[in-house]
């Protein structure tokens, strides 16, 4: 069964920081994209980082850029969202997806998971 699953979330105060995981099963990581998107409350779901396949290139939306690191774990089948200097603005459910190349178009996403949540609150 193809499944990505998220965890990791929770709550952390302003600065501080949590690192989400996206571990695969019935497929193999290293051949996908993986995107993280997150989404706020009353908000669209945006793309927040990528991890290309092949070439280990990576991307940041301006507001996480300096703050998040995306990373991946082959032997765990595993993608990674370190998360830093957390600001309230990133309270947002955050969401794990596998695609064929890094894009922010929800509609290339072939997997997804459901979510992890995320609170930045003091």
């Known amino acids: 069964q193809v499944q990505l699953v998220e965890s990791g979330g929770g709550l952390a105060q302003p600065g501080g920081s949590l690192r989400l995981s996206c571990a695969a099963s019935g497929f193999t990581l290293d051949y996908y994209a993986i995107v993280w998107f997150r989404q706020a409350p009353g908000k669209e779901r945006e793309g927040v980082s990528c991890s290309s396949s092949g070439d280990g290139s990576t991307y940041y939306a301006d507001a996480v850029k300096g703050r998040f690191t995306i990373s991946r774990d082959a032997a765990k089948n595993t993608v990674f969202l370190q998360m830093n200097s957390l600001k309230p603005e990133d309270t947002a459910v955050y969401y794990c997806?596998?695609?064929?190349?890094?894009?922010?178009?929800?509609?290339?996403?072939?997997?997804w998971g459901r979510g992890t949540l995320v609170s930045v609150s003091s």
């Open positions: 997806a596998a695609a064929w190349r890094c894009a922010v178009d929800r509609s290339a996403m072939i997997y």
